[in-house]
C-alpha cells in the first residue's frame, strides 16, 4: 500500500487487535466478522463531524439553487470560453459568499476509500495485526502441519504464485511459513491436505482439527472473511448485499435533494439519477474482488450512513420549518 493507506492500515490494525481482544474474551465465534462491524461503527461515529459539515453544505447549495438558475439564465447556452468563465467566477464569488461546497457531499466517499482499501489488506494478511491469530497460527497451526515429513515441499508448490514478486520467504521460518498459510484458499488446504500420505492419518485428523478451529476464528455466519466474495453462493449475497445497501443510501439522498431542491436543471438532475445506479453497481462489482471481511465493513457502513442519513434529513427538514415561523 501507499504511505497514506500505510499509515491508516497500521491504525486500523492497532484497533481491530484490541476490538479483537475484547470480543474473543467473550467467544472466538464470529469474533473477527463482530470486530469489523465494531471497527466500522467506530470510524462511522469519527467522521459524525464530517457528516454533519457535509450535510449542512448541501443544504446550503439547495438554498443556493434559485440564485444559480438566474446566474446560469444570465449566461445562456453559450459556448464562448470568456462567457464560460464569467459564469463560473460568478457561480464561485458565490459558493464562497455562503460558504458553500459542491464536492461536500462526497468526501466522507473519499475518506472511506482508503478505509476500504487498508482493511482489505489486514484481511489479506490478518494474523499480522491481530495478535491473537497470530499466536494461533504460530503455535498451533504450524506445528499441526509440519508434523507431517515433505509438507514444507507441497507447501512451496501450492504457494509458488501466492508471493509477491521481490519477496523472498523461508519456509523453514514458522512465521514465513504462518504467512503463506495464511493466504491459503479453502481448495489451497484440500489440495494440501490430498497429498498427506496414509501413513500420517493421525497427523491429518490433528490438522482437520485445528483447521476447523481456524475456521470458526476467521468465518462470519458461514463466511471466509479472509477469502475474496467471488460469484459463488453463499458469499456473493455480500456484493450484492454491499450494492444495494449503497443503492439505498444513494436514493434517499437524492429524493432528500429532489424534495429540497427548486431546480430546473434537468441536465443535473439526469446526471443524479445515473449515478443512482452507477455507484451501486460499481460497489458490488469492486466487492466481488476483495475479502468478505471488506464486504461487510461496506455494507455495516453504508447501513449506519443510511440511518445516519434519515435522523439528519429529519433534523435539517425541523430546523428549516422552525426557522420559517
Not at 434559485?66 to 459558493?95: F, H, T
Not at 498451533?140 to 519477496?167: F, H, M
Not at 520467504?169 to 511459513?177: H, I, R, Y
Not at 439522498?253 to 427548486?262: A, G
Request: glycine share 4%; proline share 4%.
Amino acid at each position: 500500500p501507499n504511505v497514506v493507506v500505510k499509515f491508516i492500515t497500521g491504525m486500523l490494525g492497532a484497533i481491530i487487535n484490541v476490538i479483537y481482544n475484547v470480543v474473543s474474551t467473550f467467544s472466538t465465534n464470529n469474533a473477527l466478522g463482530i470486530s469489523i462491524i465494531v471497527l466500522t461503527i467506530i470510524t462511522r461515529f469519527i467522521m459524525l463531524p464530517l457528516a454533519f459539515k457535509s450535510q449542512k453544505s448541501m443544504q446550503k447549495m439547495q438554498e443556493l439553487n434559485p440564485q444559480l438558475e438566474k446566474i446560469r439564465k444570465k449566461y445562456g447556452d453559450s459556448k464562448d470560453p470568456e462567457v464560460q468563465q464569467k459564469m463560473n467566477q460568478e457561480i464561485q464569488a458565490l459558493y464562497a459568499k455562503h460558504g458553500a461546497n459542491p464536492l461536500a457531499g462526497c468526501l466522507p466517499l473519499f475518506i472511506q476509500m482508503p478505509l476500504f482499501f487498508a482493511l482489505s489488506y489486514i484481511m489479506q494478511q490478518t494474523f499480522l495485526f491481530i495478535d491473537s491469530m497470530k499466536v494461533f497460527y504460530v503455535d498451533k497451526l504450524v506445528p499441526a502441519i509440519t508434523q507431517v515429513d515433505g509438507i514444507r515441499y507441497w507447501i512451496s508448490e501450492i504457494a509458488v504464485n501466492k508471493v509477491q514478486k521481490g519477496i523472498t520467504l523461508d519456509l523453514s521460518n514458522n512465521l514465513d511459513l504462518a504467512r503463506i498459510l495464511n493466504k491459503f484458499s479453502d481448495t489451497d488446504w484440500g489440495n494440501l491436505l490430498t497429498r498427506i500420505p496414509a501413513e500420517f492419518s493421525t497427523e491429518l485428523s490433528n490438522i482437520v482439527s485445528v483447521l476447523n478451529e481456524k475456521a470458526n476464528l476467521e468465518s462470519f455466519l458461514g463466511l471466509n472473511l479472509l477469502e475474496n466474495a467471488g460469484l459463488s453462493f453463499p458469499t456473493i449475497i455480500i456484493p450484492i448485499l454491499a450494492a444495494l445497501s449503497s443503492f439505498l443510501m444513494s436514493y434517499i439522498s437524492m429524493k432528500q435533494q429532489e424534495k429540497n431542491s427548486t431546480s430546473t436543471n434537468d441536465q443535473a438532475m439526469a446526471t443524479q439519477k445515473s449515478m443512482l445506479f452507477v455507484m451501486p453497481i460499481m460497489m458490488g462489482f469492486f466487492t466481488i474482488s476483495t475479502p468478505v471481511g471488506v464486504g461487510l465493513y461496506w455494507i455495516t457502513s453504508n447501513i449506519f450512513a443510511l440511518v445516519q442519513q434519515i435522523l439528519l434529513n429529519k433534523y435539517y427538514s425541523g430546523k428549516k420549518e422552525n426557522d420559517k415561523k
